[in-house]
Nanobody, 124 residues
Framework: QVQLVESGGGLVQAGGSLRLSCAFSGRSFSSYAMAWFRQAPGKEREFVASRTSGGRTYYGDSVKGRFTISRDNAKNTVTLQMHSLKLEDTAVYYC??????????????????WGQGTQVTASS
């Protein structure tokens, strides 16, 4: 059984930065691509970023150049560094694990496991 636990969300002024972390517990972290999705009220869950075990990274168009995903295969963690936050980045952010995913950005229906979510709010 895999468990994902996010941390690091909060309230930040627009233009500021936040760092989200996700701790993976279970077997075979290296067999999973790790991803971040987000969901704002009234909207569908949206792909944000992903990183395969081999190091391939993918980003949603709205966050390219501002967000960076990284993973530590020794510590079973994945982080999302967010800079230049905008009001429209406000959402619940979810960590996700996709088994055997080696290329391309996963869709919202692809992850095998989800974290509980952490709220990120950018304010004016």
């Amino acid at each position: 059984q895999v468990q994902l636990v996010e941390s690091g969300g909060g309230l930040v002024q627009a233009g500021g930065s936040l760092r989200l972390s996700c701790a993976f517990s279970g077997r075979s972290f290296s067999s999973y691509a790790m991803a971040w999705f987000r969901q704002a009220p009234g909207k569908e869950r949206e792909f944000v970023a992903s990183r395969t075990s081999g190091g391939r990274t993918y980003y949603g168009d709205s966050v390219k150049g501002r967000f960076t995903i990284s993973r530590d295969n020794a510590k079973n963690t994945v982080t999302l560094q967010m800079h230049s936050l905008k009001l429209e980045d406000t959402a619940v952010y979810y960590c996700a694990a996709v088994y055997g995913w080696v290329e391309g950005a996963p869709r919202a229906e692809d992850p095998d496991y989800w974290g509980q979510g952490t709220q990120v709010t950018a304010s004016s």
